[in-house]
């Protein structure tokens, strides 16, 4: 994947242009993602109206003329609001015509959605919209231009250590895996996509890895500010948890399958109880797209 989000409009092709033969040598081993028999190259950020506000729509297309030049599969990490314009999209004409060009579409999805007080209800509310306002037309609207559509799903975050003088310490909580379960579920139960992306493997200053974290907090380093697994009330769990829940979610659309709606949580360990079903959650927080974007610095 290369995140082009702060980048200038008049070197971010040649900087591709010349980083390509190192990429075309990596795309002939076994290991390289395929997509539909070609090979996959990613680009994230165009378009963002806080990320890349020096690249134009004339430079984004000629990025995508080069790669498409080179028959690969080109993933588009684009804003959420991709489809109808507005909040995190630039201000300026023609990104519909650009994001519409990737074959695949997975529009970013960090810090668009938790609770504002830390209640699993307000979340799973905020979650459960965004399915329905976001996922399930995103993906109809994908389909009609010929595009595949791959949402992005978080375990929680804290932007405690991100680098814009803005602390939010555990702003989404995981609770025990199911802040990204509901994802899940939404995503591959009621949109019925085929594919998914997980942020991040290893993104530590936002506090969304998927990889093996401290299970409690007595494993942190002493004055070290850092998430640890039962950082929320019940919950303990192995360190590789969210590999594990992740996986699980992985088997299914391989099989072309459903997942349960209860995470079933780890012998021996300790999950907190299921939350209210998915078709039971109030519609109270129904205005909450209608806000204005996070501010920058908020995540």
Known sequence: MYDVSGQHGD?????????????????QGDRYL?????PAVAVWGMGFQFASPNINTSQAHAVLDF???????????TPTWWRTGGHDV?????????FRRFAVISPWTVGRYSSVDGTRLETLQSIDNYVTQFIIPDLAEARRVGADYMPVVWPGGSAQHESRGVEHWNRAPRFGGWFLWRQ??????RAGVDMIYGAMVDEVSEGTAYYKIASDN????????LLYNDVDPGVRVPTDWWMQVAGKAAEALRAGQNV????ECCEGCSCPPAPPAADVVSEESVGYWSKPLFDKGAW
């Not at 395929?34 to 070609?38: E, V």
């Not at 790669?67 to 990490?77: A, H, I, P, R, W």
């Not at 630039?90 to 650009?98: A, I, R």
């Not at 899940?184 to 139960?189: E, K, P, R, S, T």
Request: no cysteine; hydrophobic share 45%.
């Open 11 to 27: 070197v971010v092709l040649g900087a591709l242009e010349e980083d390509w033969p190192k990429l075309e040598a990596w795309m």
């Open 34 to 38: 395929h997509h539909r028999g070609r």
């Open 67 to 77: 790669f498409e030049s080179k028959n690969v599969t080109v993933v588009g990490g």
């Open 90 to 98: 630039m201000n300026t004409t023609g990104w519909d015509e650009v």
């Open 184 to 189: 899940l579920y939404n995503a591959i139960n």
């Open 218 to 225: 007595a494993s942190v380093p002493v004055n070290a500010k």
């Open 260 to 263: 349960s709606e209860v995470l």
